[in-house]
């Protein structure tokens, strides 16, 4: 893990910092001047080498950063430092713990829905192979994965909040307040972003612990544990279940992981000030401080919850921790 966020630490730097132009021309937007241009260059430090510049950008994130410490009044990043966004006048890191809690509650909401629902749905599918209610969950597994996440939020808006006026429209400032302040507005404002990403997801993992499911219970110890007669539940449960949640923790671990990048679309379609929204500004706004420092949040997510993963597998799997 340690190996992969410094590589990720400096693909993203160089990436986004060493492009076929001239970064200090963003800040300054159409009253750029050779003697301004130069100015913020030198306050961004980008008249340092290159590996200067990834040094001073990895310095920032332990132990701060500031820029322009000649000038009459310099600009202090306090640490974690990823970077000073000149065209909002605000620390990333700042801008970034703005936008994460939106993103976390956003998340934890459509997990809990979708982990239900999938779950729950694949084992009843499985127990019922072959008859109607495996049939109507399929069917209706396969329509939901197949709807784009704009289309069904443009229909829940026009329905639930236009037409039938059963919530409100969504209040970013109750979201960014939490559920704490105001738990009632909270939830009337979530509900449907909620549904949402839970749509999408628990169709996969309908059909996802279907299959699991089916497949362990072709085991020898399953049927082992019939024959001794075990209650079905705890046949389904204890044994057919937590064998085949492997693959489900993977697919959770990386979907969480992506989430907490930002819900790109779900965000902007719902006005949620999360990583989505901020993401989508910063790339409009050719804010390069910005994205580098989304993009390596987003990525310390997906490498941090394939850590999760993998310990988890010993505790889901004893033959892991065999191995």
Known sequence: MVGLLFLLSLAVFFLFNLLP???????????????LLEQNRHRLGLDLPPWDQYLA??????????????????????????????????????LIARALPVTLWLTLGGFIVWITFGVVGGIVAALRRGRWQDRVLMTVALF????????IGLLLIFFVILQLQWLPFPSASAVQAGPFANPVK??????????????????????????????????????????????????????????????????????IAYLMGGAIITESIFS?????????????????????????VAGIFIIAMNLIVDLLYGFLDPRVRIG
Not at 58 to 86: E, K, M, N, T, W
Not at 206 to 214: A, F, H, M, P
Not at 272 to 293: C, W
Request: hydrophobic share 45%.
């Open 272 to 296: 949620l000030p999360g990583m989505g929204s901020l993401s989508v500004n910063a790339v409009t706004n050719y804010d390069l401080p910005l994205i580098t420092g989304v993009v390596l």
């Open 57 to 94: 950008f990895v310095r920032g994130i332990f132990f701060g950063r500031i820029y322009a410490p000649d000038q009459p009044f310099p600009i202090v990043c306090h640490a974690p430092c990823l970077g000073y966004s000149f065209l909002r006048h605000a620390e990333v890191t700042t």
């Open 144 to 151: 939901g994965y197949s709807m784009p996440s704009f289309f």
């Open 186 to 255: 909270f939830f009337q404002t979530m509900i449907l972003p909620w549904l949402v990403i839970a749509i999408l997801n628990a169709a996969f993992y309908v059909r996802l612990t279907r299959n699991q499911v089916l497949e362990t219970f072709g085991e020898d110890y399953v049927r082992t544990a019939r024959a001794k007669g075990l209650p079905e539940r705890t046949v389904v449960v204890k044994h057919a279940l937590r064998a085949g949640l492997t693959p489900i923790v993977t697919a959770a671990g990386l979907d």
């Open 21 to 35: 132009f001239d970064p200090a021309r963003l800040t300054c937007g159409k009253v750029c001047t050779p003697q």
